[in-house]
């Protein structure tokens, strides 16, 4: 008999202590409300330190995002890359064009693309493409029904869900499989205060650290800060400025016609900061 009232104390404690991790299904509907549904102009900073000798390079990118399959990215070299650094990218259907001699060529988009899970405005889209890419399950897809137990609502935790922590802040890892000192496994992590998108986990050699949020305007949060680990470089990311833009802009430059204006020059003179651009971008 003590032991049955044990074991039910046991059971009485543990499902409060799981109340408090939300079902994915509600997890990315929180994190898709902190994004606006205008389309958005992005301006921001890359920037890589030469391990060997201390020689910065940036670049500036300005992004114009429709929604997360829809993005073009337009790139100027700074400072000692001002004048051999002018290209253009347009992402669309899961393919990659650029202007090539004159001719708009396409490819498919990296795996390592990770910007569709910050421009993604809808959590349809969001569940869409993290299970695509491994994130989730297919029953992530769905939305859970609800269990009860003793006529109160349960929250049983759903096995790719995960209470963790990211960058000093309670967050919830989401990842088909928990990690191993010898095997890791695609996972993002996405904060308890606010439901923002706090990291990503593509590889064991790339992981993206996006911190210091703010809201350029209502609805409109964005990272000011994203820390790129790839291998042994670091890749800094500040934004300058995120603003909605108009339909007619949106035309105009997320059209691969644009590409054509945009300029050809990919003379980075930098070996991390062109494996940017290849692997990331």
């Known amino acids: 008999m003590k032991k049955f009232i044990f074991c039910l104390i046991l059971i009485c404690l543990s499902l409060p202590a799981q109340s408090y991790i939300p079902k994915f299904w509600t997890i990315s509907s929180m994190l898709s409300r902190t994004r606006t549904s205008s389309p958005l102009k992005v301006v921001q900073d890359i920037t890589v330190t030469d391990d060997e000798l201390g020689n910065k390079y940036s670049v500036r990118e300005t992004i114009y995002v429709k929604n997360g399959d829809l993005i073009k990215i337009k790139i100027q070299g700074k400072d000692a890359l001002s004048s051999q650094v002018r290209h253009s990218l347009v992402y669309k259907a899961n393919k990659k ?35 695509l890419h491994g994130y989730i399950p297919p029953e992530g897809l769905s939305q859970p029904q609800t269990t009860f137990i003793s006529n109160s609502v349960s929250s049983i935790p759903e096995s790719y869900v995960h209470l963790s922590r990211t960058n000093g ?94 300029g050809q020059l990919v003379n980075f003179n930098n070996e991390a900061l062109e494996s940017f651009y290849k692997i990331f971008r």
């Open 97 to 131: 064009f650029y202007n090539n001699d004159g001719v708009i060529s396409s490819t498919s988009v990296s795996r390592n693309f990770y910007s569709p899970l910050l421009y993604t405005k809808t959590a349809t889209g969001l569940r869409k493409y993290l299970n």
């Open 169 to 262: 802040k309670v967050s919830f890892a989401i990842t088909k499989k928990l990690s191993t000192p010898g095997s890791v496994h695609p996972t993002t992590w996405v904060n308890q205060d606010g439901f923002h998108l706090g990291k990503i986990r593509i590889d064991k050699n790339s992981v993206i650290n996006l911190i210091n949020y703010k809201e350029f305007t209502k609805k409109n949060w964005h990272p000011r800060k994203q820390i790129i680990k790839w291998k042994h470089h670091t890749f800094e990311i500040n934004t300058i400025s995120v603003t909605p833009i108009s339909s007619r802009q949106v035309n105009s430059e997320l059209s691969t016609n644009s590409l054509k204006n945009d």
